[in-house]
């Protein structure tokens, strides 16, 4: 579930920064530049591909003590971006003039189409490297992440895209982003709070204990209750939210911390 909603609020990003870019293009007549802006985007891709497969082998690399420690301070990093996103979305509400302002001075310059190019890569880079971020964040914690799911959202962000920006409809983006930066905040929590759990199984960050364990035990098969956070509907919440059935102090004041501090930074910039 945090995999679908990542993946759709970051392709549709991605999505609407294109669209702004290849309607205002095509209205003031720059054919030439929308082909550039076009291999921006499909180089960028194909950069953010590589780039996951090369971010897979390093951390592939580690083990023990030094895994924990690299997963912990992914976790952390990719809690900061995630926030960060959401914080800056939410006050940068006029990308659209944003955007033209930074095409008029790339079409200003001698190599009007590289300045495109390099308009629409940087955007649709930078996007895929927070995906890659993201998803490396959520399959250490929840074990994996869904093929499908992500899949889903990627096709659900390009689907809106294209009815926005080439069928013309009107689409309640506000709604869009409001619902999916409060799950995200919640989502940059439990990345706070599991990267925290993994600095603290490294022994950077003291273990004060265990301040309650509400996990029931296992049932007579062996499997996992369904509320127990290796269960499935624990597990649900565990990738989506950080729960644990038994989490520190450290963590909980991580989690309680990043969810209040980011809820107030959002509430204060989207008004």
Same mark, same amino acid.
């Given at each position: !579930?945090?995999?679908?909603?990542?993946?759709?609020?970051?392709?549709?990003? #991605?999505?609407?920064?294109?669209?702004?870019?290849?309607?205002?293009? @095509?209205?003031?007549?720059?054919?030439?530049?929308?082909?550039?802006?076009?291999?921006?985007?499909?180089?960028?891709?194909?950069?953010?591909?590589?780039? +996951?497969?090369?971010?897979?082998?390093?951390? $592939?690399?580690?083990?023990?003590?030094?895994?924990?420690? *690299?997963?912990?301070?992914?976790?952390?990093?990719?809690?900061?971006?995630?926030?960060?996103?959401? &914080?800056?979305?939410?006050?940068?509400?006029?990308?659209?003039?944003?955007?033209?302002?930074?095409?008029?001075?790339?079409?200003?310059?001698? @190599?009007?189409?590289?300045?495109?190019?390099?308009?629409?890569?940087?955007?649709?880079?930078?996007?895929?490297?927070?995906?890659?971020?993201?998803?490396?964040? /959520?399959?250490?914690?929840?074990?994996?992440? +869904?093929?499908?799911? +992500?899949?889903?959202? #990627?096709?659900?962000?390009? $689907?809106?895209?294209?009815?926005?920006?080439?069928?013309?409809?009107?689409?309640?983006?506000?709604? *869009? *982003? @409001?619902?999916?930066?409060?799950?995200?905040?919640?989502?940059?929590?439990?990345? !706070?709070?599991?990267?925290?759990?993994?600095?603290?199984?490294?022994?950077?960050?003291?273990?004060?204990?265990?301040? %309650?364990?509400?996990?029931?035990?296992? /049932?007579?098969?062996?499997?996992?209750? /369904?509320?127990?956070?290796?269960?499935?509907?624990?597990?649900?919440?565990?990738?989506?939210?950080?729960?644990?059935?038994?989490?520190?102090?450290?963590? &909980?004041?991580? %989690?309680?911390?990043?969810?209040?501090?980011?809820?107030?930074? %959002?509430?204060?910039? @989207?008004?």
């Amino acid at each position: !579930m945090a995999e679908f909603v990542i993946i759709f609020r970051e392709v549709l990003e #991605a999505g609407l920064i294109v669209g702004i870019l290849y309607t205002y293009l @095509n209205k003031v007549n720059q054919q030439s530049s929308i082909l550039k802006m076009w291999q921006g985007v499909i180089v960028a891709i194909i950069l953010s591909i590589i780039g +996951s497969f090369l971010f897979q082998i390093l951390a $592939g690399g580690f083990e023990g003590k030094a895994e924990k420690l *690299f997963e912990g301070i992914v976790m952390i990093i990719a809690s900061f971006v995630l926030g960060s996103m959401i &914080v800056w979305m939410a006050k940068n509400k006029n990308i659209a003039d944003d955007l033209k302002t930074q095409a008029d001075d790339a079409l200003s310059a001698t @190599n009007a189409g590289w300045g495109i190019f390099t308009l629409a890569f940087v955007a649709v880079f930078r996007e895929g490297i927070e995906i890659i971020l993201f998803m490396y964040g /959520l399959a250490a914690k929840q074990g994996a992440v +869904s093929f499908i799911s +992500s899949l889903l959202g #990627a096709l659900l962000a390009l $689907g809106v895209s294209y009815s926005i920006f080439i069928q013309g409809k009107k689409v309640p983006l506000k709604k *869009f *982003f @409001n619902v999916s930066s409060a799950i995200l905040i919640l989502v940059a929590a439990g990345m !706070m709070a599991y990267g925290v759990h993994e600095l603290e199984s490294a022994g950077v960050i003291p273990d004060y204990g265990r301040i %309650w364990d509400i996990n029931p035990p296992k /049932l007579a098969d062996g499997s996992y209750p /369904l509320l127990h956070d290796k269960g499935y509907l624990g597990g649900l919440f565990k990738g989506l939210f950080g729960y644990n059935g038994d989490p520190s102090l450290v963590e &909980v004041l991580a %989690w309680v911390l990043t969810a209040f501090s980011l809820s107030f930074l %959002w509430r204060r910039v @989207n008004k």
